[in-house]
């Protein structure tokens, strides 16, 4: 499985962005999609995620962010997606989408149970 995160940069408070994850992958290899975000000397965050196999269109947000993001996802076109709306500056990170061979369980929050990883996109929120 390959990922390839696209869509970051720099945006004022209060604005959006949306993020894109191209998804290489053999039909079935995929259970569960999220997305992660990442800064210096932090663990990895749990941002969203997203069945992929049988729970497919079931999401599970992090309390940071849910009202704000939305996370998707189109199966046939193998890419995933985090619309981000009214970011703020501690939204500032790397994004990462991870993917799991395993469903969409009580672990989804968990960066341990993702077994493959994209490079990351920046994402800055600052005036």
């Known amino acids: 499985v390959q990922l390839v995160e696209s869509g970051g940069g720099l945006v004022q408070p209060g604005g959006s962005l949306r993020l894109s994850c191209s998804i290489s992958?053999?039909?079935?290899?995929?259970?569960?999609m999220a997305w992660f975000r990442q800064v210096p000397g932090r663990e990895r965050e749990f941002v969203a995620a997203?069945?992929?196999?049988?729970?497919?269109?079931?999401?599970r947000y992090g309390d940071s962010v849910r009202g704000r993001f939305t996370i998707s996802g189109d199966t046939a076109k193998s890419t995933l997606n985090l619309q981000m709306n009214f970011l703020k500056p501690v939204d500032t990170a790397v994004y990462y989408c991870?993917?799991?061979?395993?469903?969409?369980?009580?672990?989804?929050?968990?960066?341990?149970?993702?077994?493959?990883w994209g490079q990351g996109t920046q994402v800055t929120v600052s005036s």
């Open positions: 997203i069945g992929w196999d049988l729970y497919t269109g079931n999401t």
């Open positions: 992958e053999r039909t079935g290899t995929v259970g569960t």
């Open positions: 991870g993917a799991s061979v395993g469903s969409l369980s009580n672990t989804f929050a968990s960066r341990y149970r993702y077994d493959y």
